[in-house]
């Protein structure tokens, strides 16, 4: 998933997503970098909800793959690529083969109930999977919550969310943009492609930008 599920898996997949709470508590003490993304990723920021979620996302580095299996081994995950569902028992995930997604459940043969989303962030940097010249120091891409959960720094959220726009992305961007610190609003219209329609809901956001011509691609 681009930060949503690949729409042709939906006509023949059950989901029974966990509560937040609960997939939080599956990774929690866990012994490698991990944070919630999408649309929770952006409540926690804010502290409040305007919104239902389909799911609960969580993001973690391809460079963690095997303590991420030993987190994994009590579920039943799969890889979830190339509009297939492939049995996942910790071996390496391609990226050129698209296998940036495990889906989780905790039978098999049960609804799926969380997703772990796998990028190419390297033990010093938080990495952009769609153009590697965007990164972040982890510092600043991972955010912490007072009670320790750590999300997805907003203006990256909000930069996944902005490739394929749907009607719950545009409310995500109209009632998170306006909270962002001027830095957070000046990095994303940065980061947003010319002409992208919520670059009117950021002051200054009609200004120059960088090249962003390969990061929606």
Request: a negative charge; glycine letters at 6%; hydrophobic letters at 35%.
């Amino acid at each position: 998933m681009e930060y949503h599920r690949a729409c042709e898996y939906h006509a023949h997949d059950q989901w029974d997503p966990l509560p937040l709470a609960d997939v939080i508590d599956v990774f929690r003490g866990a012994p490698f970098r991990w944070w919630i993304v999408g649309g929770y990723a952006l409540e926690l920021h804010t502290g409040r909800t305007w919104r239902e979620h389909a799911d609960v996302d969580i993001g973690v580095s391809r460079v963690d793959l095997e303590p991420l299996w030993k987190v994994l081994r009590p579920w039943d995950p799969h890889v979830a690529a190339q509009s297939a569902l492939t049995p996942w028992s910790g071996q390496v995930l391609d990226a050129t083969a698209h296998e940036n997604g495990l889906w989780c459940r905790s039978t098999s043969g049960g609804p799926w109930q969380f997703e772990v989303l796998v990028d190419d962030s390297t033990r010093t940097e938080w990495v952009y999977r769609r153009d590697p010249t965007v990164r972040r120091p982890w510092s600043e891409a991972i955010l912490t919550t007072a009670d320790g959960v750590p999300y997805l720094a907003p203006e990256l959220t909000l930069l996944f969310k902005s490739k394929h726009v749907r009607e719950k992305d545009t409310i995500d961007a109209a009632e998170v943009i306006p909270e962002l610190t001027p830095s957070q609003q000046h990095n994303l219209a940065a980061l947003l492609p010319s002409g992208h329609s919520w670059r009117t809901i950021i002051p200054g956001g009609t200004a120059p930008q960088h090249n962003t011509e390969r990061r929606n691609q």
